[in-house]
Structure formats: structure tokens, C-alpha cells
């Protein structure tokens, strides 16, 4: 009896994941159509031309997923344009890229908004990043993405 007990646990905390209602993807290539509906047949909305960029999966149908992106746009996207690469977007303004996960530690180079980071590791607040030829840690909380 405790060994069904203990499956049936490991189950459902296994699978809560698998239904989870909103989560990251990132964009897979450097130019991906959002469509209007969940089909080939569907009209282009937008043409995003930044290879991982965050997205906000909200629903899904068949081989498309329906997404928003940082900027509130939604429409649908087919799977195989789709990543698990880890990155985000600033959603601050004048942002401080540090050399250790602190504060306290030295800041050596400022962050825009709406800037697309590559996120190396996260822990607790903080999430080590990549910009062009900088490399540090930032607070997660201004971040938007995959983290």
C-alpha cells in the first residue's frame, strides 16, 4: 500500500510540469512568422527577426503554439520554430551588469530596456548573463523570459 502511495505522489509532482498553463520558449532562427491562426493557411501577422527571443507560450493546437511576446503582440507559431535556449529581454531602463551576485560587487556595464540577454545560470535573485561582449549578473527581477 505504500509503494502505491508513493507512486501515485511522485506522479503527480512529476506531471505537474508537463500542465502547466503558461510558460517560456525562445525563437529558434532569425527570421519566424507569427500567424493569425493555428495553420499554414493563416495570414503573417508580424516577421520577428531576432533569434532567441523570449516568448510566452499561452495555448497550443496541434503542431502550433499560440504566444505573446514582450511587447503584448499575440498570434501563433509552428513548434519547429520554437527552442528551449535560455534568454531574456530587460524590462528596466539603465540596468548594472555586476562582476559577482551582489550589489555590493563592482558594475561595469549598463543594460537598456527591452536589451536580449542569453542566460547562462540563475539563483536566487540574481541570473548570469551574456550581451555582445559582456558577461555578469543581473537581478532577476528585471528580466522577462526564459530564465
Not at 85 to 109: E, H, R, V
Not at 133 to 139: E, S
Request: with cysteine; hydrophobic share 40%; aromatic share 16%.
Amino acid at each position: 500500500m505504500l509503494k502505491i502511495f508513493y507512486i501515485v505522489f511522485i506522479f503527480y509532482f512529476s506531471s505537474q510540469n508537463l500542465f502547466a498553463s503558461e510558460y517560456f520558449l525562445t525563437l529558434r532562427n532569425d527570421k519566424v512568422n507569427l500567424r493569425q491562426g493555428p495553420s499554414f493557411e493563416y495570414p503573417i501577422k508580424l516577421f520577428y527577426k531576432k533569434k532567441f527571443l523570449p516568448v510566452l507560450i499561452l495555448d497550443k493546437f496541434e503542431n502550433f503554439r499560440k504566444i505573446r511576446d514582450h511587447e503584448n503582440n499575440t498570434g501563433w507559431i509552428h513548434i519547429s520554430q520554437l527552442s528551449k535556449k535560455k534568454s531574456a529581454i530587460t524590462i528596466d531602463d539603465d540596468q548594472l551588469i555586476f562582476n559577482k551576485p551582489s550589489i555590493y560587487s563592482k558594475p561595469f556595464a549598463i543594460l537598456k530596456k527591452g536589451r536580449l540577454c542569453k542566460i547562462h545560470k540563475c539563483k536566487d535573485e540574481w541570473c548570469k548573463i551574456s550581451v555582445e561582449k559582456y558577461k555578469g549578473w543581473v537581478k532577476k527581477d528585471i528580466l522577462w523570459g526564459l530564465l
